[in-house]
């Protein structure tokens, strides 16, 4: 059930961040699409004021070669001919005055005939077939006709920072057509102009926009991308942290079940071990009492009988306090009182074995705390601690006033935690040694913990091991 349920907090979570990246791609690719939206609308109502503006120009143009050059010429020649060289120069003039402050690169004026019959650049005068359709349906409709020439592409435009005059340029032709005049029928079309004009610098000004618009617009979706691509991550993170830790949670969960149940099972067993066992260690010792010395074999196995069931007695008794801890009865302790207890218990089996006692304590720190409990973590650690060293060893005991509470520190010059061990010891029924039950760490950090206390187990910098306990300070026992 456990793996379903992880299983489908993996699979949603999965479908978060697919909905992440959808909403991402989503979110780009309409922040692109605006931009390219807005940079064409600019783009096409720059093109739009710049046909306007030709138109202006064209209908100046005409109104200025109607008003100066045909009238004058036709009243002063009856007739207009353009290879009168007078005439074509005066027609000239009349052009480059008009479009000279302008950014217009060519004027041309074709016949009814489709034959240029004046030009600004005077090689192309007299050609013709340079029109084709599209001056032809100029001149049968009579409305002016616009055309774009660009020596690039508009991608190439925004990535060309230099971009070279005539490089974008508009043609508009216009009907040259006759005016209000007293020998001319008015709007009479006489010809087509053709003007191209230059509008690159125009043209770079919505460039640049576009540029601006595109850049701006991929920054921000790339910033975008960054803050949800780290957002993922910290979440991806964090689910995985969360689904450690539940993990964790879960065994030890498991693992507290399975130890309640033992605990139970042990309970149950080790009541009916404990009565025959008594009375087994009671006759054993009486027997051994009574026997004299001519039975020597006898007395020995009764010896080991006697200190067999003294060892059993004790593997019970730690399995009854694991499995079901006493109830403890709070009072105001001095622990350097039970530390002095413990060391004047343990001292001639110290000196037995070359152990030194190092006390570094004062008294006058109070706790709150089961005497008979302390006494019996304190006596497994320092137990231990003489385990550890064997012989020719020092075992340092000390008390630390600390915020909130006190640290109760024990440690030894022997080999310490190994790495593949230190986060074992506290569990159950793990040991290192060939006799023993493996409780008796576990034992002492159910102690601690019912005093709301805290266990941590390591090792001296200078090697060996050092068990720390911190109890809280004494308020109301």
Known sequence: MDQNNQDAQIKSFQLVKLLSWTLLVVIIASSLGLSVFLAKHADETL???QKEFALLQAE???HQIYRRFIL?????????????KEQMDRLDQVVRSTVHSFKVNEVRIYDPSLIISYSTDAEMIGRDNLGGEFIKKVLDSGEPKYEFISKKSTLGMIFDF?????????????PLRSEKSLKIEENVIMGVMVLTQDITEDYQSVINFERLILFTSSFAALILFATIMAIIRRADIINAQRMKERQAFERELNQSEKLASIGRMVSGVA??????????????????????DNDPVNTKILGAIYEECKRLSRTVSDFLDYARPRKISL???????????????????CKGDNIELVRNYTRGHKVCGDEDLLYRAFYNLIGNAMQAVKSEGKIFISLDAVEN????????????FSPEIIDKVKDPFFTTKDSGTGLGLAIVSNIVESHNGKFTIGNNPEGGARITIFLPEKKDC
Do not use: C, W
Not at 164 to 174: F, S
């Open 47 to 49: 093109l739009e004021k």
């Open 60 to 62: 100046n143009l005409n």
């Open 72 to 84: 004058p010429t036709i009243i002063g020649y009856g007739s207009i001919g353009l290879k009168n």
């Open 162 to 174: 230099n971009m070279r005059p005539g490089t974008m340029q508009l043609k508009i032709v216009y």
């Open 271 to 292: 009541h009916e071990i404990r009565n025959p066992l008594g009375i087994i260690q009671s006759s054993s010792e009486l027997l051994l009492k009574r026997m004299n």
């Open 331 to 349: 009072v105001a302790i001095d622990p350097a009182d039970l530390l002095d207890k413990i060391y004047m218990f343990l001292e001639s089996s």
């Open 405 to 416: 509470g006190l640290n109760v520190i024990i440690s030894d010059t022997g080999k310490g």
